[in-house]
């Protein structure tokens, strides 16, 4: 018998600037059988999201070949629904309109349309607020009519891309305990769900099977079976264990050296933007009690209250400055770190300075080439076109910016932003 | 299979959703219908008459000139408003029509969107010379040829923007949305209609009302126009205006003043305000808005039930419309092939040789160097009127407009009085100087220049005005606990925040002035004609000749100008103000 949903080798790459396009999955197989929820757990940028929209049929693979019950997808599948991160509700239609616009599309009758809308408003609780606009609803209930919108059409599985990422923590925790008692109770008119998060906890409470991804490139690094009966808790010890489990997981590298997350090498090595700030905030909260220089990152993001997602690029940033080590799903801070948080503002900025020109290649190019010009001044676009043979323009200029913040925090070298020129000047 | 079909049963909404029985009301008329059936069906019968009236023989305007009757005076003004409401209708298919073409191929993109910038910027008046020769062959010995090339000039002066805008939002689609109705199977049609429509709503609404403000402007002065020897007077209030102005009939000018008035109010308050009001649904905005547009005709409509559930009905009947959703089921777009766009690029190119090839022919035969240049040098003195008047304009409104726009309560009483200003047409006005600087013999060549920006300043308030609003409290705040004062306040807090406003403001009144320009530097009162030395003029001048090759030598060395003027300083100066002074 043919598999629900039946993913072969998809490789996925988006053109950069020049050379080689970038490889954003590599090889992705999967299966999906019927009654099961399979959650698609990595960082941003794993290139989760895209595997989704091709199994949609929104995006066509580079390579490779999707088949729901058999048929080959080729364009928006009708066996599938999604439920989008941002919503994408339609701010101009009611939630009934909202609820109807797929069965619109496919022609079904006023009356036969209005019939199962109604329906399905009232499975997923929004009884009363036909009429209402979304931008009369709250983040929970918008995402509510996301799922109705989906739900109503009936389809074989229900795609959820992030579905409750953009809702505060105690409304995305109802929704996904009402959306678990529904599909306990079999009372949702679909096959399986398939769920893309960056949330361990959230994979691990709702998932059936999770499918691990390592970033640059999308691959399936493991597939972990999570057998805890429904409704599971967060406080169970064996839900602890698993989540811990998966952290170690994707902080490591198959061969088991710590993974370096930036994608490129060299000057071409594509940096987050981040605020020196956050990274001198993460290194002393490591550094004080009750972690003492040695954090375990569940619960480090659990006091932190920052999701994988935020709190990973800041992590690595300080492993690739040397200020600490990513290992094991621990963070634990070098010796240089311990120095950082002891030093006053003026130390920090030179201790941050030595390690910003000796471990960023790219910070050291551009105050190499300042150094060797007499008039020690350089143009923004000089750096930003070498950028650009390696990465697209959007992460060319995200790169720089990074650059720009640490090198100005490091007093390395100043930029003007009117000019776009980078100079030795001491802004005074 | 075992999960389908278990909704939980549902009995409430059986009867259908045309009726509206589960929102409580019925088919039963009230007070607010019987109002509203009474405004449609005048509509109806005044949209009626003038068309009748608009068809009707050419010979009937020599047997029925245009008189100075004030009882003809409500005649007139409906006939003022038909040729406004055709030219609307006629921008508004083709904005649909071009703007959705140039979204969704790229290769009509690359004609229409450069088409459309320069034409932004062509004066509109010079095209009236040739269409007016065109439209009264094309119907001969019928009212339809003036007609048209009338509408065809209100038409000229509002279609490009509006194409323009829709364009960009058709572009500027959310992309989240975009999946949604691609995932949902929307047919091209239903994603028109349920996506981009909708999502283009407020800014091409807004477009339009400017472009509305634009448009009195143009249908007083296309009203009557002589071309050579082909004079047309069609009846409206620009032909008035013209038959007052011949007969030096101040009363007859003040009473074109007054109709003028009471037609935009009208048009505003029973046509824009209510779309606005209703449009304001469209906004793109996940939040609800503090300030919302109100209007007393969209309430009416609101409030009236038959009427609406009518109009429900008829919006139900249009869903029988064709869709298919497997229509909406092609796949990506392939990469074209780069030699089809080449030699796309190439036919596009020859054809634009062709055209430059016949339009030197023809100014060749008549007209030498010398003309070029002497078109030129006019060219640079109204040019030069046009930065003077600017500045002037701007050093009196950029104070007021701050000044009004911090009163939030003042503010939202100046700015339907400066939009209104905005709307109506200058020219209605001229008359009245000319009257001045002839009475107290002024030089034309400075005193009928104030005439250019008599329209389009208080684009330069009304915008000044919506930027001081906006201006954020916090950062006002904080300039008066640091004592920031007199020329530090300007310079370092509010000029910075509302150039961008100021710019586009300052932008649309530059483009306005120089189309002013040709009915501006030439002033007549009864037969005492006044003269302003530059291209307006020169343009005038020719067009009354038949002087076609000259009009088109103007035309030209305007348009250059416009664009120049638009690329080398607004367009920098917008991109700067975006990028440094937006305040979001």
Redesign the interface.
């Known amino acids: 018998m043919d598999a629900l949903l039946q993913v072969d080798g998809v490789r996925q790459r988006y053109p950069k600037g020049s050379g080689e396009p970038l490889l954003v999955l590599d090889g992705v197989s999967l299966r999906m059988r019927e ?1 099961e929820i399979v959650s698609l757990l990595g960082r941003s940028g794993c290139g989760k999201s895209s595997l989704l ?1 091709i199994i ?1 049929g ?3 693979a580079s390579e490779g070949h999707v088949a729901i019950e058999g048929h080959t997808v ?3 599948a ?1 066996q599938v ?2 439920v ?5 509700l ?4 009611t939630v009934l309109e909202n609820v109807e ?2 069965l ?4 079904v009758v ?2 036969e349309r ?3 809308a ?3 408003i ?2 997923i609780g929004l009884d009363g607020y036909e ?1 209402a ?4 609803l709250s983040g929970g209930m ?1 995402q509510r009519v996301g799922l109705a ?1 989906a739900l109503v ?2 389809p074989k599985v229900l795609l959820m891309d992030e579905p409750f990422s953009a809702l505060d923590v105690l409304t995305a925790e109802t929704l996904r305990t009402d959306l678990l008692d529904l599909w306990g109770e ?6 399986s769900i398939l769920l893309v998060t960056h949330n361990i906890e959230e994979a691990v409470l709702m998932s059936d099977r999770i499918l691990v991804f390592s970033s640059n490139p999308g691959r399936i690094v493991a597939e972990i079976p999570v057998s805890l009966p429904q409704p599971r808790n967060r406080l169970d010890p064996t839900f602890r264990q698993l989540v811990d489990d998966i952290y170690a997981l994707m902080t490591a590298k198959p061969g088991g050296r710590p993974q370096v997350g930036f994608p490129g090498t060299g000057i071409a090595m594509l940096l987050p933007l981040l605020s020196p700030n956050l990274l001198a905030g993460l290194l002393e909260a490591v550094a004080a009690e009750p972690y003492r220089g040695h954090a375990d990152l569940p619960a480090l993001a659990g006091s932190l209250q920052m999701e994988i997602d935020d709190l990973f690029p800041v992590a690595e940033t300080l492993q690739l400055l040397r200020f600490a080590e990513l290992a094991e799903g621990d963070l634990r801070l070098s010796d240089a770190g311990r120095r950082f948080v002891d030093l006053d503002q003026d130390g920090r900025k030179r201790l941050f300075a030595q390690h910003l020109l000796a471990y960023v290649p790219l910070a050291a190019h551009v105050k190499r080439v300042l150094d060797e010009r007499g008039t020690h001044r350089a143009p923004a676009s000089r750096f930003r076109d070498e950028l650009e043979d390696h990465m697209s323009e959007q992460f060319a200029d995200q790169t720089l910016r990074a650059v720009i913040t640490w090198g100005r925090y490091a007093e390395a070298f100043a930029y003007d932003e ?1 000019t776009g020129i980078f100079s030795l000047d001491d802004p005074g | 299979m075992a999960r389908r079909d278990r909704y939980r049963l549902n009995l409430s909404p059986l009867l259908g959703p045309f009726l509206g029985l589960g929102r409580g009301e019925g088919l039963r008329p009230n007070l607010y219908d019987l109002a509203l059936f009474i405004l449609i069906a005048a509509a109806f019968v005044m949209l009626a008459h003038g068309a009748r009236e608009m068809a009707g023989p050419v010979l009937k305007l020599t047997a029925e000139p245009v008189t100075l009757d004030p009882a003809n005076l409500p005649e007139y003004a409906l006939r003022t408003v038909l040729r406004m409401f055709a030219a609307i209708l006629a921008s508004l298919l083709f904005t649909f029509v071009v703007a959705t073409l140039a979204a969704k191929s790229r290769r009509a993109e690359l004609v229409i969107i450069p088409a459309l910038d320069i034409l932004q910027s062509v004066p509109v008046l010079g095209f009236l010379t040739f269409t007016v020769v065109y439209f009264l062959n094309l119907f001969p010995n019928s009212q339809l040829g003036p007609e048209c090339a009338a509408i065809f000039a209100i038409f000229t002066s509002q279609a490009w923007n509006m194409a323009f805008s829709f364009y960009q939002s058709l572009r500027t689609v959310p992309a989240d949305l975009d999946e949604a109705s691609r995932h949902f199977g929307l047919s091209p049609w239903l994603r028109f209609w349920r996506l981009e429509a909708p999502f283009a709503a407020p800014g091409l609404i807004w477009n339009t009302m400017m472009s509305m403000s634009g448009g009195w402007f143009f249908v007083v002065a296309s009203e009557a126009i002589t071309v050579g020897n082909t004079t047309v007077k069609l009846p409206g209030i620009g032909s008035w205006l013209a038959l007052a102005i011949d007969a030096r009939d101040v009363k007859a000018v003040l009473l074109a003043v007054g109709t003028m008035a009471a037609v935009i109010l009208a048009y505003d308050q029973l046509l824009f305000r209510p779309i606005v009001a209703w449009a304001d649904k469209f906004r793109f905005e996940q939040t609800a808005a503090q300030l919302q547009p109100k209007s007393w005709v969209y309430d009416l409509w609101r409030r009236a039930r038959l009427v609406r559930r009518l109009a429900d009905l008829l919006g139900a009947a249009t869903a029988f419309l064709p869709r298919r959703r497997h229509a909406a089921r092609r796949r990506a777009s392939r990469p074209t092939s780069r030699l089809a766009d080449i030699a796309w690029l190439a036919v596009v190119l020859l054809a634009v040789a062709w055209a430059l090839w016949r339009i030197v022919e023809f100014v060749d035969v008549t007209l030498g160097p010398r003309d070029v240049l002497q078109a030129a040098g006019l060219g640079l003195i109204t040019l030069v009127r046009v930065a003077v008047l600017i500045a002037l304009a701007s050093l009196v409104w950029v104070p007021i407009g701050v000044w009004v726009g911090l009163r939030p309560w003042l503010a939202t009483r100046v700015q339907p009085v400066a939009q209104f200003l905005a709307a109506f047409p200058a020219n209605v006005l001229f008359p009245i100087a000319v009257v001045a600087i002839v009475h107290w013999r002024l030089n034309p060549n400075i005193w009928l220049s104030p005439l250019m920006v008599l329209g389009t300043q208080w684009y330069i308030l009304f915008n000044v005005i919506a930027g001081a609003s906006a201006f954020p409290t916090d950062l006002r705040e904080a300039a008066s606990l640091f004592h920031l004062r007199s020329w530090q306040w300007w310079r370092k807090v509010i000029l910075p925040g509302i150039l961008p406003y100021y710019v586009t403001g300052a932008l649309t009144a530059s483009g306005g002035s120089w189309n002013a320009s040709i009915v501006a530097e030439v002033a007549s009162w009864g037969d005492t004609r006044l003269e302003a030395v530059g291209l307006g003029s020169y343009i005038a001048n020719a067009t009354a000749a038949g002087d076609y090759a000259r009009v088109v030598l103007g035309i030209g060395v305007m348009s250059v100008l416009v664009v120049s003027c638009n690329r080398l300083i607004w367009r920098p100066l917008y991109r700067l103000a975006e990028r440094r002074y937006r305040l979001s």
Request: aromatic content about 10%; overall charge positive.
């Open positions: 009654n929209r949609a929104l995006l066509p080729d364009g928006p009708e629904a999604m989008f991160q941002s919503f994408a339609f701010p101009w239609l616009i797929g619109e599309a496919q022609g006023a009356a209005h019939r199962r109604i329906a399905a009232d499975l009429s606009y979304p931008k009369e918008r919108r059409v009936h079999g009372r949702m008119p679909i096959s009117a």
